[in-house]
């Protein structure tokens, strides 16, 4: 799995934004400053731009609740979604999604992941998700 995770971040560049248990949140910041900080970084948003999109973007996935906790305080379920909306905001991203049912416990499709991919709804925003053969009943479980 690692192989075709290094092979994917070549071919993708600055596109690749994964969503893996291997790249965490940064610890001292809120799950709202997480997300925040992407496009504060690469496009240079203002702190009130960021304010506005940030809250936009967790009243979308009714995520608000959570805007001021730490990773530590996540379910992985949570934690699982939050990086996903981290990884959404690299302009053009390809969200490159590892082995999403090692990341969330007690899920057995992919249907609530397909959902939020959705309800991205970006421009130029991509999902790739990469699993083990040996789960390609639950991958394939909800009709996708």
């Given amino acids: 799995m690692a192989s075709a995770l290094a092979v994917l971040r070549a ?29 504060q970084y690469h496009e240079r948003l203002t702190a009130e731009d960021s304010y506005r999109d940030t809250n936009a973007l967790l009243e979308r996935f009714e995520l608000c609740h959570l805007a001021g906790k730490r990773s530590f305080e996540l379910s992985d379920r949570d934690l699982f979604f939050v990086k996903l ?6 302009k053009e991203a390809a969200i490159v999604i590892d082995r ?23 421009p130029g925003v991509e999902g790739i998700i990469l699993g083990y053969e040996w789960n390609r009943g639950r991958y394939e479980s909800d009709g996708q």
């Fill in 11 to 39: 071919e993708l560049g600055p596109r690749y934004a994964p969503v893996s248990a291997d790249v965490p949140l940064l610890s001292n910041l809120s799950v709202f400053q997480n997300i925040a900080l992407i496009r």
């Fill in 85 to 90: 909306l981290r990884a959404s905001q690299r």
């Fill in 100 to 122: 999403p049912f090692a990341q969330i416990e007690n899920m057995h499709t992919l249907a609530p992941i397909r959902k939020a991919l959705q309800l991205l709804d970006f």
